[in-house]
């Protein structure tokens, strides 16, 4: 199964994806987590330390790899078509942690020229050529807004998991990224509401998503706070935290499932 995580800036995008990345590991899943965001710091919400980040390539160091193994200059589709396997990723782009495989994306030097496109490029194409298996899982951690879904990064994944918070703001943000994700054929779009702190917040997320791809609630939990604060992963703080991410994890299969049996 191959799920991306967008949604407004700082709404838990990458709370959640480390979050579900760590559950499904527990569950003997193999998961490949993706840092998709320049600004990259699932590590942390998986867990990995800063130590064991040091050492690890961004990917998009893989050009030349791509080069070397190819031939071709714009090697790295073609690179993920001869290594489609989660597993021929090279280790020098990985780091594990409980049962979780983190790649991170990086930045494609560009001369300054500020431009994007490469890497969106290479998350497409990695996207696109990773086979995944039954007992696998890749979990993409995208950047804020919705710029990137308007070049098709997400094209291929199974699911488009859309992150809100009890207010307008983000679910304007929301809308948008629906219909731009719808736009480019992204066949499931799902909702997961964060930070819900009381009745209000409820409701009126009840009232607000489309209640047949809602996956479900993380509440305002005062240790996923605590866990950012130390660079722990809030998975590790257990709890109620881990109910609510079993509670998302259930619905999505149910949601995947009903879709499925539609076709
Ligand atoms: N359910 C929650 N309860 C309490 N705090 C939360 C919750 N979800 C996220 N946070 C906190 O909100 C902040 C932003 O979360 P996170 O980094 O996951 O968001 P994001 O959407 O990935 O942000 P960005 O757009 O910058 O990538 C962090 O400090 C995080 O600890
Ligand atoms: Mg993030």
Same mark, same amino acid.
């Given at each position: 199964?191959k799920?991306?995580?967008?949604?407004?800036?700082?709404v838990?995008k990458?709370?959640l994806? +480390? &979050?579900?990345?760590?559950?499904?590991?527990?569950?003997?899943?193999?998961? &490949?987590?993706?840092?998709?965001?320049?600004?990259?710091?699932?590590?942390?919400s998986?867990?990995?330390?800063?130590?064991?980040?040091?050492? !690890?390539?961004?990917? /998009?160091?893989m050009k030349?790899?791509?080069k070397?193994?190819? +031939?071709?200059?714009? +090697?790295?589709?073609?690179l993920?078509?001869?290594?489609?396997?989660?597993?021929d990723l090279?280790?020098?782009?990985?780091v594990?942690h409980?049962?979780? /495989?983190?790649?991170?994306?990086?930045?494609?030097?560009?001369?300054? *020229?500020?431009?994007?496109?490469?890497?969106?490029?290479?998350?497409r194409?990695?996207?696109?050529?990773?086979l995944?298996g039954?007992?696998? #899982?890749?979990?993409?951690?995208?950047?804020?807004?919705?710029?990137?879904?308007?070049?098709?990064t997400?094209?291929?994944?199974?699911? &488009?998991?859309?992150?809100?918070?009890?207010?307008?703001?983000s679910?304007?943000?929301?809308?948008q990224?629906?219909k731009?994700?719808?736009d480019? +054929?992204?066949r499931?779009?799902?909702?997961?509401?964060s930070?819900?702190?009381?009745?209000a917040?409820?409701?009126?997320?009840? *009232?607000?998503v489309?209640?047949?791809?809602?996956?479900?609630m993380l /509440?305002?939990?005062?240790?996923i706070r605590?866990?950012?604060?130390?660079? /722990?992963?809030?998975?590790?703080?257990?709890?109620? !935290?881990?109910v609510? #991410?079993?509670? !998302?994890?259930?619905?999505?299969?149910?949601?995947?499932?009903?879709?499925?049996?539609q076709?």
């Amino acid at each position: 199964m191959k799920i991306a995580i967008a949604g407004k800036g700082g709404v838990g995008k990458t709370t959640l994806a +480390g &979050l579900l990345a760590r559950s499904y590991a527990d569950d003997g899943y193999r998961v &490949l987590a993706v840092d998709a965001d320049p600004d990259a710091n699932l590590a942390s919400s998986i867990g990995i330390s800063s130590e064991q980040l040091e050492g !690890i390539e961004p990917i /998009s160091t893989m050009k030349k790899l791509a080069k070397e193994r190819t +031939g071709a200059s714009e +090697g790295y589709g073609s690179l993920f078509i001869l290594n489609p396997k989660v597993d021929d990723l090279p280790e020098r782009f990985c780091v594990h942690h409980k049962g979780v /495989s983190l790649l991170l994306m990086g930045t494609v030097d560009q001369g300054g *020229s500020g431009c994007v496109c490469p890497e969106n490029t290479l998350v497409r194409n990695l996207m696109k050529h990773l086979l995944v298996g039954n007992d696998e #899982v890749v979990i993409l951690d995208m950047e804020a807004g919705i710029e990137h879904l308007g070049r098709a990064t997400a094209e291929s994944v199974d699911v &488009l998991i859309v992150v809100v918070e009890a207010g307008k703001r983000s679910l304007q943000t929301a809308a948008q990224i629906e219909k731009l994700a719808s736009d480019i +054929g992204i066949r499931n779009i799902a909702y997961v509401a964060s930070k819900v702190d009381g009745d209000a917040d409820r409701e009126f997320i009840m *009232s607000s998503v489309p209640i047949s791809r809602f996956l479900g609630m993380l /509440s305002m939990h005062e240790q996923i706070r605590g866990a950012d604060r130390q660079g /722990s992963s809030p998975y590790d703080a257990g709890g109620d !935290i881990l109910v609510e #991410v079993q509670s !998302i994890r259930r619905s999505l299969n149910d949601l995947l499932g009903r879709k499925a049996s539609q076709h």
